[in-house]
């Protein structure tokens, strides 16, 4: 790569980014200062491991905007739900995923009732696996079914035969 002496200082800065990622100095994409890398959070996504923003950065954002997610938390809440289920699966490599419109048509079929106890919970149900992901279960919708927190707790990683026969 040949670099023209007219170009732009973004297009350097960049290109020197690039450059000094094994250096013990990082750039905030955010305050564009030079900062030591312990200064930035560690991301697995990007090439260094390392978050663009460095901590004060990522701080002031916070700061900035106060609740931010936790308001999408609560406004999303089985969307959210579902996210966080389908990345625990990605991790463990299972096969399978669903939707949150997939997973609220199953919420309306059950009516509210755990899967398990038959209670009808006024809070909101768990996603729990029947055969669990640990044992082989994957993470399709035919395995999921929606549950009480308790039936869930107790549960863990049991094989249905093995919980069922505790419930009554």
């Not at 390392?50 to 406004?75: D, E, I, M, Q, T």
């Not at 044992?135 to 919708?141: E, I």
């Amino acid at each position: 790569m040949e670099i023209q002496p007219t170009a732009p200082a973004e297009y350097l800065s960049a290109l020197a980014d690039y450059f000094v990622q094994d250096s013990d100095e990082k750039r905030c994409a955010k305050c564009k200062e030079w900062k030591p890398r312990e200064q930035f959070c560690l991301d697995r996504h990007n090439k260094d491991g390392l978050h663009g923003h460095c901590r004060s950065c990522r701080a002031a954002h916070r700061a900035a905007n106060p609740g931010k997610n936790r308001a999408y938390r609560a406004a999303n809440r089985e969307r959210y739900r579902v996210h966080s289920h389908k990345q625990r699966a990605r991790v463990q490599g299972v096969e399978g995923t669903f939707t949150p419109a997939e997973w609220e048509a199953k919420l309306r079929l059950y009516r509210g009732r755990c899967h398990w106890c038959r209670k009808k919970i006024q809070g909101p149900l768990q996603i729990d696996h029947v055969l669990p992901l640990s044992k082989g279960g994957t993470n399709r919708l035919e395995n999921v079914v929606p549950c009480c927190a308790r039936c869930n707790l107790s549960k863990g990683s049991k094989l249905p035969h093995d919980f069922a026969g505790r419930l009554f």
